[in-house]
């Protein structure tokens, strides 16, 4: 069974740049989350979509973070304009259904310097 | 809000040493707990879990027991191995519509030959 899919792996960017980052989860995984994990720190949950829809998005910061799931399938984050304080790993995980206790699978993330 | 502390690293084990990383919560309720581990150059992975009270996860030869009393979720392992070197993450998920998983800051743990 494939993995949770991200790229790019690596991103270096200056200040005020854009970045985008992609997301194709586990096949038939209603579940996407994107996952905020700076250095020394746990994942913080950015955003969670089931199917394309969203169903918590409360510590994304909307003035410049974005994402979608078109067709509920793949998945873009975009960051615009980027801070200093984004440089971090942004994990995507999924899971296949949205249940009390349910496992979620990550990929290995994309590690996000802004200098 | 719901949240996990977990005891600061790095911990540094000889090999066949005892493992207990302390964790405990704060939620509404009674969540679902676990540990994830990531290895280094790796995603994270669910390593155990446990859905209610007095239940105990085990894989790996870990073992972690769902204590509402003192709300917490220590890991433990008897005897632990180089391999075992990793970040380990006590995690939780509140019992409400969203589902979505809480991490603890994570605790390193170094296991020296």
């Known amino acids: 069974e494939a993995g949770v899919a991200q790229s790019p792996r690596y991103k270096i960017i200056e200040k005020r740049q854009s970045v985008a980052f992609w997301c194709n989860p586990i096949?038939?995984?209603?579940?996407l989350y994107w996952y905020q994990q700076i250095l020394g720190q746990g994942p913080k949950l950015l955003i969670q979509?089931?199917?394309?829809?969203?169903?918590?998005d409360s510590q994304l910061p909307k003035d410049r973070f974005s994402a979608e799931r078109l067709k509920g399938v793949d998945s873009t984050l975009k960051i615009q304009p980027a801070k200093l304080e984004d440089s971090a790993v942004y994990l995507c995980?999924?899971?296949?259904?949205?249940?009390?206790?349910?496992?979620?699978?990550f990929g290995s993330g994309t590690q996000l310097s802004v200098l | 809000g719901d949240s996990v502390t977990q005891m600061e690293g790095p911990v540094t084990l000889s090999e066949e040493a005892f493992l207990t990383i302390n964790c405990t919560y704060t939620?509404?309720?009674?969540?679902?707990l676990f540990w994830y581990v990531q290895y280094p150059g790796e995603g994270l992975q669910l390593l155990l879990k446990?859905?209610?009270?007095?239940d105990k996860g085990s894989n790996k030869g870990f073992e972690a027991t769902y204590r509402k009393e003192t709300t917490s979720f220590h890991l433990e392992k008897g005897s632990v191995q180089v391999s075992d070197s990793a970040v380990y993450f006590c995690?939780?998920?509140?019992?409400?519509?969203?589902?979505?998983?809480?991490f603890g800051s994570g605790t390193r743990l170094l296991v020296r030959p």
């Open positions: 995980a999924s899971s296949p259904r949205q249940l009390e206790g349910e496992k979620l699978f």
């Open positions: 096949s038939g995984h209603a579940t």
């Open positions: 979509f089931q199917n394309n829809g969203v169903v918590d």
């Open positions: 939620a509404t309720g009674y969540p679902s």
């Open positions: 446990a859905t209610k009270a007095d």
């Open positions: 995690a939780l998920t509140p019992r409400d519509s969203s589902y979505k998983l809480i």
